[in-house]
Nanobody, 114 residues
Framework: QVQLVESGGGLVQPGGSLRLSCAAS????????MSWYRQAPGKERERVAT????????NYIDSVKGRFTISRDNDQNTLYLQMESLKPEDTARYYC???????WGQGTQVTVSS
């Protein structure tokens, strides 16, 4: 059974950094494209970043380009999101997601505020 467990969120001041982790289990992690999504209060969930399964190709929404970095450790079955220069508009609950799987983990809350 697929499990995705996000962690690493918290309260950070504008300009600060956080590193999110997603521990994956129940499937062959290295075979799947993985993504980070976020959902802010009153807004739809949006895909923030994606990383390919084998070649590590990444893509990002414009608002996080140059600030966020998605990566993966296929040996540890873990997905990461390094977030730098955080802004208040990055405040949201962040989720990791596996391609071709409809389920979601519990997410991890990121709050950027002074």
């Amino acid at each position: 059974q697929v499990q995705l467990v996000e962690s690493g969120g918290g309260l950070v001041q504008p300009g600060g950094s956080l590193r999110l982790s997603c521990a994956a289990s129940g499937f062959v992690f290295s075979n799947y494209i993985m993504s980070w999504y976020r959902q802010a209060p009153g807004k739809e969930r949006e895909r923030v970043a994606t990383i390919d399964a084998y070649d590590g190709i990444t893509n990002y929404i414009d608002s996080v380009k140059g600030r966020f970095t998605i990566s993966r450790d296929n040996d540890q079955n873990t997905l990461y999101l390094q977030m730098e220069s955080l802004k208040p508009e990055d405040t949201a609950r962040y989720y990791c997601k596996r391609r071709n799987y409809d389920g979601w983990g519990q997410g991890t809350q990121v709050t950027v505020s002074s």
